[in-house]
C-alpha cells in the first residue's frame, strides 16, 4: 500500500491497491458467461448448423457442379475441401462483428450495464479487454464447431485443422476490437446495418472465401490485400489444407496484419470506451 | 483504508467546478461531507446536482477545484475511490439479462470479493430491501420501487464508506417510496454516510441531517432542514386560493397582514409565525378565498424565497 500525499496534503488517506488487469478482465468474463447460460441453447444449435447449411449447400451442390470441370487452381483439392476454411474465416468474421455492435452498443445505451460496472474499481480498458476476451471464447466455441462440421464432412486434409481455430479466432478479433471502438462512439444501432451492408457483406463476397481471388479482375485483386477477411481466409486455408510450410513468411504476414488491426482496435477502444463513460 | 483522523471529511469541495464547453453544469461550490451524516443536494432538475455526484462518483472528471473523497484525488485515483462507493445512479442500470440475485452476486464479483462472500452479503441484502422471495426472478418484471431496492442492495453489496444516491425516489409510487426511505433511515442509523440529491422537499427533510440548496449551478444556502427554515422562512404559512380571476383583482390587499407575500399563479402564500392570526386579520380586511390552509414552512418555503421559483415547475 503505497501513501500518496499531494503539496497541500488533500491526499491523506492510503492508497489502496487495484487489482490487475487480468483478475479485472477474468470478472467480465464470468459476467458475460452467466448472462450467456440462457441462451446457450440457441447458439449451440447455431453454431452447428451454419456450417452444416454453408457446407451441404455451397460445398456438396455447388461443389458437385465444380468438381465435374476441375480448375487447375484448386491444385487436386474437392472444391468442397477449398471453401470449408473460407466460411470457417467468414463466419467467426461475421460472429466476431456482430458480437461487437448489438451486445456492446446494450451494455452502453440500452440496460447500461457497463456504466454500472464502471462504477466499481474497474478501468475502461479493463471493460474493453474483459468483452474482447469473452468474444475470444466465443469464437473459439464457433470455430471449434465448425471443425467438427468439416471433419465430419469429410473435408479436412491435415492435422492442421486445429491450428485453424485460433487462426479464425484472430480474424474475427481483428474485427471485433475496432467495431466495439465504433460503437462506443454510437448511441442508436441506425449505423450497424450499413456497416454489415457495405462493409462485412463485400469483404465476405471479395475476399477468397468461395473462389481464389486470382479468379477476379486483376483490378480488383489489390482488394482481397487491404480486407483483413483475405489474410484470415488465406491463413485459415493454409493452415487446414497443410499448405502454411509453402510461404511461411505470408503466413507470418497474415498473422501480423491481424494481430495489428485487433491491437489498434483495443488501443481505439479504450479510449472511445473511457470517453463514453467518463462523461466528460 | 478508512480515512485516518475522524475530523477529515469524506468528501471535500473547493471551487468545484463542471463545464460541458461552455456550459457551467456546476459552478465553483464548496461544501464537507463528514463521516456518518446523511447530506443532501436539493434543487430543481438541472441545478447541477447529477453533475456533481457524477464528479464525485469518479465518473466524471472536475473542470475546475480541489475535490478530495475518501481522503483521494479522483483525478488520479478514481477506480480506488471508487472501490469504496455504493452507487445509486438516477436510472437504473440493473442487468436484465440476470436474476435478481445473480445482478448482486455478480456486481460483488467486480470488488473483488469471493464467490462465497457474495453469496452471503447478497442473501443478507436481498433480506433488508425486502426482495428476498424474488432471489431466483428475472429483474424485468420487478416493478419500479423493487429495482430501486435491487440498485439499492447492489450498492451496498461492497459494504462502502460512502452511498451515493441520485434521485432516490423519482418516478416512484408514494407506497414506493415511503419504503424506500425507510430502508434508507436504517442505513444512516447504521452509520452509513449518504450523499443524495432530490428536488423532493419532503424527501430532503426526512433524511438529511444538513443539506445545501443548488440552483443554476450554484450553492444558494446551507444548513439543516431545520435552519434553513427558520433562517429563510417563518414557523408558519397561510396558503389562500381564490376563485378564478380574483386574485388578480387583489392588488395591495396583503400588504401589512403578513411577514412575506408570495403570489403564485394559483395561489397567495402569507408567511407568518402564526398563521391562524393571519387567516383570522384576511376576513377581517374582506378577503374570502375559497380555501384556506394554514401549515408548517417546509424547504419548498425556502427554496422560493431564495429562488423565487417553485421546486417542482
Not at chain 1, 193 to 198: D, H, I, L, P, S
Not at chain 2, 157 to 174: A, Q, R, S, Y
Not at chain 2, 178 to 196: I, M, S
Not at chain 2, 269 to 277: I, M, T
Amino acid at each position: 500500500m503505497a501513501t500518496l500525499t499531494d503539496a497541500r496534503g488533500r491526499t491523506t488517506a492510503p492508497v489502496p491497491e487495484l487489482a490487475s488487469s487480468l483478475a479485472t478482465m477474468a470478472r467480465v468474463i464470468e459476467h458475460r458467461a452467466l448472462q450467456y447460460r440462457r441462451t446457450f441453447r440457441a447458439s449451440l444449435f447455431s453454431s452447428f448448423g451454419i456450417p452444416v447449411l454453408f457446407l451441404t449447400a455451397m460445398g456438396l451442390g455447388l461443389g458437385g457442379y465444380v468438381d465435374q470441370n476441375p480448375d487447375p487452381s484448386l491444385a487436386g483439392l474437392t472444391y468442397l475441401q477449398f471453401l470449408a476454411p473460407g466460411v470457417l474465416a467468414a463466419t467467426v468474421m461475421q460472429a466476431g462483428s456482430f458480437e461487437a455492435a448489438y451486445p456492446i452498443l446494450g451494455g452502453l445505451q440500452w440496460n447500461k450495464i457497463f456504466h454500472a460496472m464502471f462504477a466499481t474499481p474497474i478501468r475502461a480498458l479493463d471493460i474493453v479487454l474483459g468483452n474482447l476476451a469473452w468474444v475470444a471464447i466465443r469464437l473459439t466455441m464457433i470455430s471449434v464447431a465448425f471443425s467438427i462440421v468439416v471433419v465430419a464432412f469429410g473435408a479436412s486434409r491435415s492435422p492442421l485443422l486445429v491450428a485453424a481455430i485460433p487462426a479464425a479466432v484472430l480474424t474475427g478479433l481483428a474485427f471485433t476490437a475496432p467495431i466495439m471502438a465504433f460503437t462506443a462512439t454510437q448511441r442508436t444501432p441506425d449505423r450497424f446495418a450499413a456497416m454489415f451492408r457495405f462493409g462485412i457483406t463485400p469483404l465476405f463476397l471479395f475476399s477468397g472465401t468461395f473462389y481464389p481471388i486470382e479468379s477476379l479482375p486483376s483490378l480488383l485483386q489489390p482488394i482481397a490485400w487491404i480486407s483483413p477477411l483475405w489474410h484470415g481466409v488465406d491463413l485459415c486455408r493454409r493452415l487446414m489444407l497443410g499448405t502454411i510450410d509453402r510461404d511461411p513468411l505470408l503466413g507470418l504476414i497474415h498473422v501480423a496484419v491481424l494481430a495489428g488491426i485487433t491491437v489498434l482496435g483495443v488501443v481505439a477502444a479504450s479510449r472511445t470506451f473511457e470517453a463514453r463513460l467518463m462523461k466528460g | 483504508m478508512s480515512v485516518d483522523s475522524a475530523s477529515q471529511p469524506l468528501i471535500h469541495a473547493r471551487g468545484l467546478t463542471k463545464r460541458f464547453g461552455t456550459f457551467t453544469a456546476v459552478d465553483a461550490v464548496d461544501f464537507d461531507v463528514a463521516r456518518g451524516e446523511a447530506f443532501g443536494f436539493l434543487g430543481p432538475n438541472g441545478a447541477g446536482k447529477t453533475s456533481t455526484m457524477r464528479m464525485i462518483g469518479c465518473t466524471s472528471p472536475i473542470s475546475d477545484g480541489e475535490l478530495g473523497v475518501l481522503g483521494l484525488d479522483p483525478r488520479h485515483h478514481g477506480p480506488q475511490i471508487r472501490a469504496r462507493l455504493g452507487v445509486v445512479p438516477q436510472h437504473d442500470t440493473l442487468d436484465n439479462e440476470l436474476t435478481v440475485r445473480e445482478n448482486l452476486l455478480i456486481y460483488g464479483r467486480y470488488f473483488g470479493l469471493t464467490r462465497e462472500e457474495c453469496a452471503r452479503r447478497a442473501d443478507e441484502l436481498l433480506d433488508f430491501v425486502q426482495l428476498a422471495d424474488r432471489a431466483g426472478d428475472l429483474v424485468e418484471p420487478l416493478s419500479g420501487g423493487m429495482k430501486r431496492r435491487l440498485t439499492i442492495a447492489r450498492s451496498l453489496i461492497n459494504e462502502p464508506d460512502l452511498m451515493l444516491l441520485d434521485e432516490p425516489t423519482t418516478g416512484l409510487d408514494p407506497q414506493a417510496r415511503h419504503l424506500l426511505w425507510d430502508r434508507l433511515y436504517r442505513l444512516k442509523q447504521r452509520g452509513v454516510t449518504l450523499v443524495l440529491t432530490t428536488h423532493y422537499m419532503d424527501e430532503a427533510e426526512q433524511l438529511c441531517d444538513r443539506l445545501v440548496v443548488m440552483d443554476k449551478a450554484r450553492i444558494v444556502a446551507e444548513g439543516s432542514p431545520q435552519q434553513l427554515i427558520a433562517r429563510f422562512s417563518t414557523r408558519e404559512v397561510a396558503e389562500f386560493r381564490f376563485a378564478p380571476g380574483i386574485q388578480e383583482t387583489l392588488d395591495g390587499q396583503f400588504e401589512g397582514l403578513a411577514e412575506r407575500v408570495e403570489r403564485l399563479p394559483d395561489r397567495v402564500l402569507l408567511y407568518a409565525d402564526d398563521g391562524e392570526d393571519v387567516v383570522l386579520a384576511a376576513r377581517d380586511r374582506g378577503l374570502h378565498p375559497e380555501t384556506v390552509l394554514v401549515r408548517r414552512s417546509t424547504l419548498e418555503d425556502v427554496f422560493l424565497r431564495l429562488t423565487g421559483r417553485s421546486l417542482i415547475e
